[in-house]
Every structure is written in structure tokens, then in C-alpha cells.
């Protein structure tokens, strides 16, 4: 009986061992699981930090285009607003120098008559 006994006893003790193998192997499995998922999250979170940086760029670009076109667009106003200036400027110039002639006609007319009063 004790051979019987101890058969039993061992024969209990591998089915014991393995049951915790199972267990172990479970665990393991639950472990390697969570490890793959870890290592999606981080590539996940690495594939947005990278769209992210993607979309900045982008955004940057189109800024950098903005920017541009109305700096463009302010110049061409300056050059318009400058031309228009110097249109005036040329007509007050005319008109100046209109009258400078005038005036001068004007004095050397009433030159004439002052030699010919005296």
C-alpha cells in the first residue's frame, strides 16, 4: 500500500505541476499579449506624433503662402498708391510751372512798359 500510496501521491503532485505549467504557460501567453499591444500603442502614438508633425508642416506652408500673397498684394497697393502720387505730383508740377511762365510773361511784359514809360 505505500507504494500505491506514494504512486498516488506523485501521480497527484505532476497533475499539480502540471496545472501550475498551464497556468504558467497562460501567463505567459496574458504577458506576450500585452506586449504586442504595447508595442501598437507606441507605434500608434509614433504614426500621430509623425501626422502631426505632418499636418504642423503643412499648416506652415500654407501660412508662408498667406503671408506671401498678401505681402504681394500690399506691394502692388504701395506701387498703385505710389503711381497715383506721382501723377498728382506731375500735375501740380505742370500747373506750376504753368504759372511760373505765366508770371514771367506777365514781368517781362510790364518790363517793357516800364522802359518805355521812362
Given at each position: 500500500m505505500c507504494i500505491r500510496d506514494r504512486i498516488k501521491k506523485d501521480s497527484f503532485e505532476v497533475e499539480k505541476v502540471k496545472h501550475n505549467e498551464k497556468i504558467l504557460a497562460l501567463e505567459i501567453e496574458d504577458i506576450?499579449?500585452?506586449?504586442?499591444?504595447?508595442?501598437?500603442?507606441?507605434?500608434?502614438?509614433?504614426?500621430?506624433?509623425?501626422?502631426?508633425?505632418?499636418?504642423?508642416?503643412?499648416?506652415?506652408?500654407?501660412r508662408k503662402k498667406t503671408a506671401e500673397?498678401?505681402?504681394?498684394?500690399?506691394?502692388?497697393?504701395?506701387?498703385?498708391?505710389?503711381?497715383?502720387?506721382?501723377?498728382?505730383?506731375?500735375k501740380k508740377e505742370m500747373a506750376v510751372r504753368k504759372e511760373i511762365d505765366h508770371l514771367m510773361k506777365e514781368n517781362e511784359h510790364f518790363r517793357r512798359k516800364d522802359v518805355t514809360l521812362r
Open positions: 506576450q499579449a500585452k506586449i504586442q499591444q504595447i508595442r501598437r500603442l507606441k507605434v500608434k502614438k509614433e504614426l500621430q506624433i509623425a501626422i502631426q508633425g505632418l499636418k504642423k508642416a503643412k499648416e506652415n506652408r500654407e500673397g498678401e505681402k504681394k498684394d500690399q506691394i502692388d497697393r504701395l506701387i498703385q498708391a505710389t503711381n497715383a502720387r506721382l501723377a498728382t505730383i506731375e
